[in-house]
């Protein structure tokens, strides 16, 4: 669970309603590992790749689908990191191709609307709640920071 899920943590990202948006400006990189494996050897990574371009990369400008060479967590396939320039990156693990497709659909739309890309935890697939591995703040600014950039 992160930290924005608990009622006791007062987020500084700016509210739904706030004129400070900060959207994400550019593309959203899905970042797909196509040298996943399973514990016995089964390639899973390709088929992940396959599955996450048909489903989001066809005609969509403001979505990058992109085949990675290996996300370093390597014991939890498929694994798929979400990112942009200016937006979190979220790194996910333990992905089913039909389940994990469907759940990242869902889960870059919601990146586009979020403010820095930072989804909130009722919008995020159970399978994605499960498969979270680490989220990474923007690099010009982490809720830590108590303020936005500039
Ligand atoms: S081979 Fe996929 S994360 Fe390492």
Do not use: H
Request: glycine letters at 6%.
């Amino acid at each position: 669970m992160d930290r924005d899920s608990s009622p006791d943590n007062p987020m500084t990202v700016p509210a739904a309603d706030s004129p400070t948006r900060a959207f994400p400006t550019g593309p959203v990189v899905v970042s797909v590992c196509t040298t996943c494996k399973t514990a016995d050897g089964r390639m899973v990574g390709p088929d992940m790749f396959a599955a996450v371009t048909a489903a989001l990369g066809a005609n969509d400008e403001m979505v990058t689908i992109r085949p990675v060479q290996c996300l370093s967590v390597c014991k939890r396939p498929a694994t798929v990191a979400v990112s942009s320039a200016d937006g979190y990156t979220f790194l996910f693990g333990d992905l089913e191709t039909e389940s994990g497709t469907a759940a990242l659909a869902s889960f870059v739309q919601s990146y586009r609307t979020s403010d820095y890309g930072l989804v909130p935890w009722r919008e995020r697939p159970q399978v994605l709640r499960k498969g979270m591995i680490a989220r990474v703040p923007p690099l010009a600014w982490s809720p830590d920071d108590g303020r936005p950039p500039p």
